[in-house]
């Protein structure tokens, strides 16, 4: 595939520029005349300079909310789609999004789904908002659609938020509590080492042993790094097979205090999830296999499969999450009174805010907690390699 950069004319005479990726310049010129552009200028580049490279997501959770809740906005607004596809594209700051809404807009033009040609950036457009938006266009709810994804995005990424702010000074301290060993063992300790070996006294074992770990981090830093690594590499890797990504997620759920926060925070999400789905009117069956696929804990993955089972069985929802110690009282409670009532999305949004609430309250406990903690255990490792270098001097001040 070759990348070119054209210059064309659309039916209405204005000049369009862009890239576009194809076998070759026959085959770009066809494709760029099914979007009804007329080319007058294309020119070969480099794919290897040209190609679009970024780290992590492309757009960032709040440039995606705000997009959301504007794109609905406009159409709730009685701008036609095209339109707000049009004025999105111009206002928008994020580079990633705004080249694909404006290709998104030409296939618009040319009669091809807004979801269809949304799918074409699944690293952008998520599963679930494309299948929501499918389903919009089916039923003739576009406007309700988004409306219920702005609002669902927008409290996705308010619970992200609040699971970031909970875990980012742990993650911090943790961090400076490693910079500044490494900066002891290896600037400050090999001071003091020269000088205890020109004393030529003998040394204290627990001394030695901090000089001796002081000795490998400087000649051996390099085979640490490598370690760590490949620790991390394996990690990835386990998590990618099915049996030991359970484990792991298992294990990570029954961890005390910080289990627990784990736990509500996916079962807040679980339950946003479904009761957007089922308000958008998705059938159950096909709301609980999008919000399976929406959950990265494979414990709640494996409860949310059997709960499909359930319902095609003609039973319960909840009956599968009864017996889990995943899953509160609360949950299957709420629940079975949904499904007597006809109400489920409304009983589901009621529990997503009782977790959303419950999720505000164990972050700030979380870190009212872990704060001490991480500061004792800094003190603890700086307090341990200054020992280190009082006690020997102590013995040389009293042969004095």
Do not use: C
């Not at 080319?39 to 709040?62: E, H, R």
């Amino acid at each position: 595939m070759t990348m070119y950069a054209y210059k064309a004319r659309n039916t209405e005479g204005k000049i369009v520029k862009g890239k576009i990726e194809s076998p070759n310049e026959r085959e770009a010129v066809l494709e760029l005349e099914q979007l009804s552009l007329i080319v007058f200028q294309l020119n070969t580049l480099n794919t290897a300079l040209y190609k679009d490279i970024y780290i992590g997501k492309p757009v960032k959770s709040k440039d995606f909310v705000l997009f959301l809740r504007q794109f609905s906005t406009l159409i709730e607004s009685g701008i036609l789609l095209l339109d707000a596809l049009e004025i999105l594209s111009n206002q928008l700051d994020n580079k990633y999004l705004k080249d694909a809404l404006e290709t998104i807009a030409l296939q618009v033009r040319e009669g091809i789904a807004l979801s269809d040609a949304m799918s074409k950036y699944p690293a952008i457009f998520p599963e679930l908002l494309i299948n929501m938006i499918k389903s919009g266009e089916a039923s003739g709810r576009l406007d309700d659609v988004l409306k219920n994804m702005a609002n669902y995005y927008e409290k996705q990424h308010r619970l992200k938020q609040k699971v970031s702010t909970a875990l980012t000074y742990p993650a911090v301290v943790g961090t400076m509590a490693i910079l500044i060993t490494v900066f002891l063992l290896v600037f400050i300790v090999p001071i003091f080492a020269d000088m205890f070996t020109s004393f030529g006294e003998e040394l204290p074992a627990y001394t030695q042993m901090v000089l001796n770990l002081s000795q490998v981090v400087q000649q051996f830093w390099w085979m640490i790094l490598i370690a760590v690594f490949l620790l991390y590499y394996l990690f990835k890797e386990l998590r990618k097979r099915e049996q030991t990504s359970f484990l792991i997620d298992g294990v990570l759920l029954r961890i005390p205090v910080v289990g627990m926060f784990i736990q509500k925070s996916i079962l807040a999400r679980m339950t946003q999830t479904l009761s957007s789905l089922l308000n958008s009117s998705v059938p159950i069956l096909q709301a609980v296999d999008i919000t399976t696929n929406v959950m990265n804990n494979r414990v709640v993955k494996k409860v949310l499969q059997e709960s499909k089972q359930s319902l095609e069985r003609g039973e319960s929802l909840a009956a599968p999450m009864k017996n889990h110690w995943m899953f509160p009282d609360l949950i299957t409670q709420m629940i079975n009174v949904g499904e007597s009532s006809g109400a489920l999305d409304e009983m589901l949004h009621k529990v997503a805010e009782v977790y959303d609430q419950e999720l505000e309250e164990a972050s700030d406990k979380l870190q009212s907690l872990i704060e001490p903690i991480l500061i004792v255990f800094l003190a603890a490792i700086v307090g341990a390699i200054v020992l280190s270098i009082i006690i020997p001097m102590f013995s040389l001040f009293e042969t004095f």
